[in-house]
């Protein structure tokens, strides 16, 4: 068990971590996807018009959307980084800056690729109270969107 532990662990150390993160974040991440979809009146002023109009809970609309985004997103970017770091270490020697980047800018890459899916049911959710009522689609969860 602890060879298999210590082999997964940063993957799911970081995934754990991002989806505690997601937690705290997610309400200035809906304030921030209004802006950025043309509400006007400064984060403050759409938080305040969210929660009146919608409520509390309409801060965390799209949280299983974040964890999915974490738990694929994160998880693989700094789990692979982690892993192509290893694989680079020769004689107890972690790789150079320019190694430590190409790591980086693969396990990047790859967990843009894998978590993007859930990146857009993130904003599909967050904005379908946006819409005409007669044009929602009332996503319930990341899979729904």
């Known amino acids: 068990m602890s060879e298999l532990w210590n082999r997964y662990k940063l993957f ?6 991002g989806c505690l993160a997601t937690v705290c974040i997610q309400p200035l991440d809906m304030v921030k996807v209004r802006l950025q979809t043309g509400e ?33 997103y994160t998880t693989t970017r700094i789990g692979l980084y982690g892993a192509f770091t290893d694989a680079l270490t020769v004689d107890g020697k972690p790789p150079g800056l320019l190694g430590k980047a190409a790591c980086g800018l693969a396990g990047g890459c790859i967990g843009a690729v894998v978590g993007s899916p859930a990146d857009l049911s993130l904003v599909r959710i967050q904005t379908d109270s946006q819409l005409p009522a007669a044009e929602r689609r009332g996503y319930k969860h990341a899979g729904d969107a």
């Open 12 to 17: 799911v150390n970081a995934g754990a971590s």
């Open 40 to 72: 006007v009146g400064g984060p403050l002023g759409v938080a305040k018009r969210l929660i009146k109009a919608e409520g509390f809970g309409a801060m965390y609309r799209g949280l299983s959307a974040g964890f999915l985004r974490q738990a694929t």
